[in-house]
T-cell receptor, first 111, second 116 residues
Framework: EPEVTQTPSHQVTQMGQEVILRCVPISNHLYFYWYRQILGQKVEFLVSFYNNEISEKSEIFDDQFSVERPDGSNFTLKIRSTKLEDSAMYFC?????????FGQGTRLTVV | AQSVTQLDSQVPVFEEAPVELRCNYSSSVSVYLFWYVQYPNQGLQLLLKYLSGSTLVKGINGFEAEFNKSQTSFHLRKPSVHISDTAEYFCAVSGTSSGGYNKLIFGAGTRLAVHP
């Protein structure tokens, strides 16, 4: 069964460093998303991406965040200068029709 | 804008007992409704969804949910739970616009703990 794949599963980084979280969406999907879940809190929408551009972003998705689909298969989330409060589980999702499929997540720990 | 309220943060239940996880939503537009399950250290898996039609929808693992428009609710039920159902359950809503890229708005989650 096709699935959304995220790497790495866990990343530890120092405050102020740049991180790139990677996702391989399901191949025939057209809509891509990043969500995050701070420990013990709800899953929050960050950004949606369609036709090689951002279609919607939340207030969380400020200038420190960016997304790219560099080669037609990968979908990346970059955080330019990480803060302690960026520590969370980051989920990638892709969508066809009404159903979104989620990856296993990347746990980002900023120290 | 949409919002989702899951009324119980934790639900303890004994094995083979029935369970209901409650979800209410708020929206000014038509919505699709979803329940996702998250097992420990795993991603989100779709349990079931309501798009239109019959208000009772059946999902995987014996779960079902009923859409009640007048009460803006979408409660999840299972007649007999197993230990393996122990997980976090998230109710979510999205708009139905034709743009296709509608985001999901999640509730805070309900932790279901099934005890032997």
């Amino acid at each position: 069964e096709p699935e959304v794949t995220q790497t790495p599963s866990h990343q530890v980084t120092q405050m102020g460093q740049e991180v790139i979280l990677r996702c391989v969406p399901i191949s025939n999907h057209l809509y891509f998303y990043w969500y995050r879940q701070i420990l013990g809190q709800k899953v929050e929408f960050l950004v949606s991406f369609y036709n090689n551009e951002i279609s919607e972003k939340s207030e969380i998705f400020d200038d420190q965040f960016s997304v790219e689909r560099p080669d037609g298969s990968n979908f990346t989330l970059k955080i330019r200068s990480t803060k302690l409060e960026d520590s969370a589980m980051y989920f990638c999702a892709s969508r066809v029709g009404t159903e979104a499929f989620f990856g296993q997540g990347t746990r980002l720990t900023v120290v | 804008a949409q919002s989702v309220t899951q009324l119980d943060s934790q639900v303890p239940v004994f094995e083979e007992a029935p369970v209901e996880l409650r979800c209410n939503y708020s929206s000014s537009v038509s919505v699709y409704l979803f329940w996702y399950v998250q097992y420990p250290n795993q991603g989100l898996q779709l349990l079931l969804k309501y798009l239109s039609g019959s208000t009772l929808v059946k999902g995987i693992n014996g779960f079902e949910a009923e859409f009640n428009k007048s009460q803006t609710s979408f409660h999840l039920r299972k007649p007999s739970v197993h230990i393996s159902d122990t997980a976090e359950y998230f109710c979510a809503v999205s708009g139905t616009s034709s743009g296709g890229y509608n985001k999901l708005i999640f509730g805070a989650g309900t932790r279901l703990a099934v005890h032997p």
